[in-house]
């Protein structure tokens, strides 16, 4: 992609490079010409390329000029289509208005392998083989194009990590961009903080307790590869799906998971994740409840990133959940009266979501929970509550639990809230018993009112 584009000429000078064919020659001063791979600006200018080409372009190829606005991710174009014959189509733009600005789109790949009819082998991808399927690699995820379901190949670097440095390595292994494996990689990152916190240096074997902990989680790296995760999650329906947000936070770590619930025309009731995110908890001491307020901001950045998924599904409905009511009771009180750092992150939160979209859930039914104390492989890979939420969502909303204790603080055990000001009054007396006006008093005939300060 980058080798297409051509930079102007008054940018392409200051892409210089110098090469001899032979020592004994002298060196000669080449100018590239084109978008250059190692450049810091170089994807910005791919992308933007693409975003003129379908403002020039676009309006001739409309459905083409849409996916690449909202689906492409550097080099990766990366979209679905309701039926074989839209998605023919869409081939068709995109293929067209790709070609418009000198591109071509190669490494095509379906569920379906009619829509790849008509295409030369060397336009197609290469399946690679991982145990007995032939699997895709899609933005660090392996998708099995046959039965149409992501899956993790992970493995280990060697069979035993001992310093800090392979520890990271492995973590920085794992790309894993949709959060499924949350609850996994933020159990490595409070393992490595761990380590940070001990001062251990990068090449100094590990502790042995800490030793032990790394060995069993490494041991059960394999057993990703047995997920199967559905790429389709929404079936046939009559309304538009719905989203349910869940946030927790622990003194470890803060989770937030983003589940779809669509319920299909045969009254089937299907929920899947589709977006999580997950944080080590700061170093420096912080209260829970405001470590679960900074998870709920978490979320709401979440669905916030989830706009043009929510804008093409027509999504209005969405639920957030938090198990903390100190929260939620923050999230009801009136910025103005609630301390700086809480403030700031209400404001935050309800600039992205609706105070009445919040709702309180029990713990032991928040799926967030795992994300926000972190877990083993073997322990994620059947988690019905990480991969589908609580069971409640299956049913009809009536039917939700309703808790009977009210799920926000009364306004005066609400913690952080801004001490109210004090009124004072000054006055002087002389001699004679007569009270003076103070600086700035208000003053008639027979009666003297002094001065109020705010402290």
């Avoid at 991710?73 to 309701?82: E, F, L, P």
Wanted: negative net charge; charged residues 20%; aromatic residues 8%.
């Amino acid at each position: 992609m980058y080798r297409a584009i051509k930079v102007d000429p008054q940018d392409s000078v200051h892409q210089q490079i110098l090469w001899r064919q032979d020592p004994q020659l002298s060196v000669q001063q080449y100018e590239i010409t084109r978008v250059c791979f190692g450049v810091a600006s170089s994807p910005y200018h791919a992308l933007r390329v693409i975003k003129q080409l379908t403002i020039d372009e676009g309006p001739k190829f409309p459905k083409a000029a849409e996916v690449l606005e909202n689906d492409i991710y550097v080099d990766d174009v990366v979209t679905g289509a309701s039926s074989i014959s839209e998605a023919c189509e869409l081939r068709e733009q995109l293929s067209n208005l790709l070609a418009a600005g000198g591109f071509e789109l190669r490494k095509w790949s379906c569920s379906h392998p009619e829509v790849l009819e008509g295409l030369s082998l060397d336009l197609l991808e290469n399946s690679h083989p991982m145990g007995d399927n032939q699997t895709l690699r899609v933005l660090g995820i392996q998708w099995d194009s046959k039965e149409d379901v992501f899956s993790y190949h992970v493995k280990p670097i060697i069979d035993v990590c001992v310093t800090k440095r392979q520890v990271l390595s492995q973590i920085a292994r794992i790309f894993d961009l949709p959060g499924f494996l949350g609850p996994v990689i933020v159990w490595m990152k409070i393992l490595m903080q761990r380590l940070w916190l001990m001062g251990l240096g990068w090449d100094e074997p590990l502790p042995d307790d800490l030793l032990a902990e790394w060995s069993s989680f490494i041991s059960e790296l394999p057993d990703l590869q047995m997920m199967k995760i559905p790429r389709y999650v929404l079936d046939t329906y009559v309304n538009p799906p719905e989203l349910i947000g869940f946030a927790d936070a622990s003194s470890i770590a803060l989770a937030a998971a983003v589940y779809i619930r669509v319920v299909c025309s045969d009254q089937r009731v299907l929920v899947n994740l589709i977006r999580a995110k997950t944080k080590v908890a700061p170093v420096k001491p912080v209260t829970i409840p405001r470590l679960e307020l900074t998870a709920c901001q978490l979320l709401a950045s979440v669905v916030e990133s989830l706009m043009p998924f929510r804008n093409r599904l027509n999504i209005q409905v969405m639920h957030m959940f938090s198990d903390s009511t100190v929260v939620l009771s923050w999230l009801k009180t009136p910025p103005h009266l609630l301390k700086t750092f809480v403030a700031n992150r209400v404001v935050n939160i309800l600039d992205r979501t609706d105070p009445h979209q919040w709702k309180h859930i029990r713990t032991d039914l928040n799926p967030a929970d795992l994300g926000s104390r972190g877990c083993l492989p073997s322990q994620i890979v059947n988690h019905d509550l990480w991969w589908h939420g609580p069971a409640f969502l299956q049913e009809s909303q009536d039917k939700w639990p309703h808790e009977d204790l009210p799920i926000t603080l009364p306004p005066d055990e609400v913690p952080e809230l801004k001490s109210p000001p004090h009124l004072t009054a000054t006055a002087t007396v002389n001699n004679e018993g007569v009270t003076l006006c103070g600086p700035k008093s208000i003053c008639s005939k027979h009666t003297c009112f002094p001065y109020l300060h705010l402290l």
